[in-house]
């Protein structure tokens, strides 16, 4: 069976087909999303997640991947939702041969034949590369309302990719809140569309407060990971609806407003307004 691209055909001759073939989970999205408790859910499911992470779960394996290569891609391309085929030659190169190595040192924590994946928020900005390289992984997105994230003291990806998205110039005056909730209108709106296109089925989207609030809802999950749905209620027990929720509503009336014109778009598309 050979891989659509030559790239991805590379990958698997240097890791083996069993371990590309079994279709990897990758659970990513903007930071401070809920990305953690998704991946608890999979753990519960019987998905090896990683050994090597950090607190939140993050696979610490694809940390130096992503903090070399991230802002390169988003300086050259200005989308998240970029063609592999338009990024510099030195850049897809170096990435390929990174991601090598680095999923080499992954999967020796996958106990054989076992389903596998990995989450690390970030994955969210080079989709289309992971799908260069495994092209039958699947991806959850992770969403949480922008308003609620944009007034989050997680705000690591603004601080890190923001400059490099937007092509923000030195020394111009910020508004971090108002650009913290404008990155995530475009960076989840980008994905969303880079995935219905080429992932179809393999892309599962779910907003963390509907499923804490329903946890029946994760069966509906596990099918379209092709996942057991009959431990999905016990696999559930580990959803708790974080108290932060909403708190977006607290803000005064003018900046709550400002938050909702900014990302009006994106959150009637994933169901917030």
């Not at 073939?21 to 990513?28: E, M, Q, T």
């Not at 859910?41 to 019987?46: E, K, Q, T, V, Y």
């Given at each position: 069976?050979?891989l659509?691209?030559?790239?991805g055909q590379?990958?698997?001759?240097?890791?083996?087909?069993?371990?590309i073939?079994?279709?990897?989970?990758?659970?990513?999205g903007?930071?401070?999303?809920?990305?953690?408790?998704?991946?608890d859910?999979?753990?519960?499911?019987?998905v090896?997640?990683g050994?090597?992470?950090?607190?939140?779960?993050d696979?610490?394996?694809?940390?130096?991947m992503?903090?070399?290569?991230?802002?390169?891609?988003?300086?050259?391309?200005?989308?998240v939702?970029?063609?592999?085929?338009?990024?510099?030659?030195?850049v897809?190169?170096?990435f390929?041969?990174?991601f090598?190595?680095?999923?080499?040192?992954?999967?020796?924590?996958?106990?054989?034949g076992?389903?596998?994946?990995?989450?690390n928020?970030?994955s969210?900005y080079?989709l289309p590369?992971?799908?260069?390289?495994?092209?039958?992984f699947?991806?959850?997105?992770?969403?949480?309302?922008?308003?609620?994230?944009?007034i989050?003291?997680?705000?690591?990806?603004?601080?890190?990719?923001?400059?490099?998205?937007f092509?923000?110039?030195?020394?111009?005056?910020?508004?971090p809140?108002?650009?913290?909730?404008?990155?995530?209108?475009?960076?989840?709106?980008?994905?969303?569309?880079?995935?219905?296109?080429?992932?179809?089925r393999?892309?599962?989207?779910?907003?963390?407060?509907?499923?804490?609030?329903?946890?029946?809802?994760?069966?509906?999950?596990?099918v379209?990971?092709?996942?057991?749905?009959?431990?999905?209620?016990n696999?559930?027990?580990?959803?708790?609806?974080?108290?932060?929720?909403?708190?977006?509503?607290?803000?005064?009336?003018?900046?709550?407003?400002?938050?909702?014109?900014?990302?009006?778009?994106?959150?009637?598309?994933?169901?917030?307004?």
């Open positions: 069976m050979m659509r691209s030559r790239v590379a990958v698997a001759d240097r890791l083996g087909f069993a371990a073939l079994r279709h990897p989970i990758v659970v990513g903007t930071g401070g999303s809920g990305t953690r408790a998704i991946r859910l999979l753990i519960r499911a019987g090896a997640m050994t090597n992470v950090n607190g939140p779960g696979a610490l394996d694809f940390e130096p992503l903090e070399r290569w991230i802002n390169r891609i988003l300086e050259s391309a200005g989308t939702a970029f063609r592999v085929g338009d990024l510099p030659r030195d897809r190169r170096g390929t041969r990174q090598h190595q680095r999923m080499r040192r992954y999967l020796r924590a996958v106990p054989p076992q389903r596998w994946g990995w989450k928020p970030r969210i080079i590369l992971i799908h260069s390289l495994i092209p039958g699947y991806f959850v997105h992770v969403l949480r309302d922008g308003r609620d994230m944009a989050s003291s997680n705000q690591n990806q603004y601080r890190k990719h923001f400059a490099s998205l092509r923000a110039e030195p020394g111009q005056e910020r508004d809140i108002a650009e913290s909730c404008t990155m995530w209108a475009r960076v989840n709106s980008e994905a969303a569309d880079w995935c219905e296109k080429n992932l179809g393999r892309y599962v989207r779910i907003r963390l407060e509907e499923l804490c609030a329903r946890p029946e809802l994760a069966a509906e999950v596990f379209a990971l092709g996942l057991n749905p009959a431990i999905a209620e696999a559930a027990a580990v959803l708790k609806q974080p108290a932060s929720v909403g708190r977006w509503k607290s803000l005064s009336a003018d900046v709550s407003a400002r938050l909702t014109t900014i990302a009006a778009g994106a959150l009637r598309r994933f169901g917030y307004e």
